[in-house]
Nanobody, 115 residues
Framework: QVQFLESGGGLVQPGGSLRLSCAAS????????MAWYRQAPGKQRVEVARASPGGTEVYADSVKGRFTISRDDVKKEVHLQMDRLNPEDTAVYYC?????????WGQGTQVTVSA
């Protein structure tokens, strides 16, 4: 059974940082593109960062230079370091394969950026 368990969200002031973590199980992690997605209130879920098995990283323009994705193929984990957060980053953050497995979205982790 494929599962993605996200953690690390919270409330942070503008300009602050958070580090999200995702533990994956039930997939051949090391050969998969892994990605972080987010869904803001009233908006569609969108991809924010992607990491390939070969180490290639791709970022959405909105987070480029502020977010860093990393992966640990031994632990089957993917992380998202988020710096210089702003209120527009407020969303529920999810991890999944890229392209995503539609049937296997996790609960996500809430990130709220507010003064």
């Amino acid at each position: 059974q494929v599962q993605f368990l996200e953690s690390g969200g919270g409330l942070v002031q503008p300009g602050g940082s958070l580090r999200l973590s995702c533990a994956a199980s039930g997939i051949s992690f090391s050969i998969r593109n892994m990605a972080w997605y987010r869904q803001a209130p009233g908006k569609q879920r969108v991809e924010v960062a992607r990491a390939s098995p070969g180490g290639t990283e791709v970022y959405a323009d909105s987070v480029k230079g502020r977010f860093t994705i990393s992966r640990d193929d031994v632990k089957k984990e993917v992380h998202l370091q988020m710096d210089r957060l702003n209120p527009e980053d407020t969303a529920v953050y999810y991890c999944n394969q890229q392209p995503p497995l539609a049937a296997n979205w996790g609960q996500g982790t809430q990130v709220t950026v507010s003064a």
